[in-house]
């Protein structure tokens, strides 16, 4: 997908989408905590929600096939950073945009530290979405995963499902509903965890002891009296 194919997401429409998806995600994030978290999104204006008991956001953007913002990747590579890195991944629509979602998926479960969270949200495939973007974009709509697929893909992961749900209107509008959450809507989000590691018991290594001395008197003898 160009990149002028990809301003798509900066039409009114689909900004509508972005901020009824952040009130959508909201009661699902809003306990989570750590050090760092990641956002990477289909466009370079999207900007992470505020949760106050995480600490730095760093906020990727995809763009010609490269990751832009604050870290500059190609796209086909590994993700730039440790495993275990990040308490929380923000998937925008990112992997509508990746010529190769099934390997940015597993990316992200590397980076994601154990009883972290994946969030990620997206354009439901059946939906009155699927003409407009094909109309908007003169045939060349970025690719819409089903959520069921999605599915399939996280639970390969160690990443445990905890909410899937359809969000925004079932048409494109400019208009934010106020109750985000729609049974038809034409977005959806997904939020899955992390397994957290089995602790490995620790092999204790035998000691021999010394013999216990039998300090008592044979049977039938006597002590002498002290004189």
């Known amino acids: 997908m160009s990149q002028r194919d990809q301003d798509i997401y900066s039409s009114a429409p689909l900004r509508s989408l972005l901020a009824e998806e952040t009130v959508a995600l909201g009661p699902g994030l809003q306990r989570c905590s750590g050090t760092h978290a990641l956002l990477v999104s289909a466009t370079k204006e999207d900007v992470p929600p505020v949760l106050p008991l995480l600490g730095n956001w760093i906020k990727l953007s995809m763009a010609a096939e490269r990751y832009g913002g604050d870290v ?41 530290a154990p009883g972290g969270v ?13 003409p ?37 209107g079932w048409w494109p509008s400019s208009r934010v509903g106020l109750d985000a959450s729609h049974a038809f809507g034409g977005g959806y989000l997904l939020i899955a965890r ?27 003898a006597r002590r002498n009296a002290a004189s």
Do not use: C, Y
């Open 194 to 220: 992390k397994r957290r590691r089995m602790a490995t018991p620790i092999r204790l290594k035998t000691k021999a002891l010394p013999a216990t001395v039998n300090v008592g008197l044979a049977p039938g």
């Open 132 to 168: 407009w973007m094909m109309w908007r974009t003169r045939g060349r709509a970025p690719a819409m995963h089903s959520p069921i697929l999605l599915e399939r893909w996280v639970r390969r992961m160690e990443l445990d499902i905890e909410r899937v749900e359809r969000v925004g």
């Open 72 to 112: 500059q990747a190609r796209a086909d590579e590994p993700l730039p950073f440790r495993d275990d890195a990040f308490d929380l991944v923000l998937l925008r629509h990112a992997l509508e945009v990746s010529r190769t979602p099934l390997d940015m998926l597993e990316e992200v479960s590397r980076v994601l």
């Open 118 to 130: 994946l969030a990620l949200t997206g354009l439901h495939p059946f939906s009155a979405w699927l």
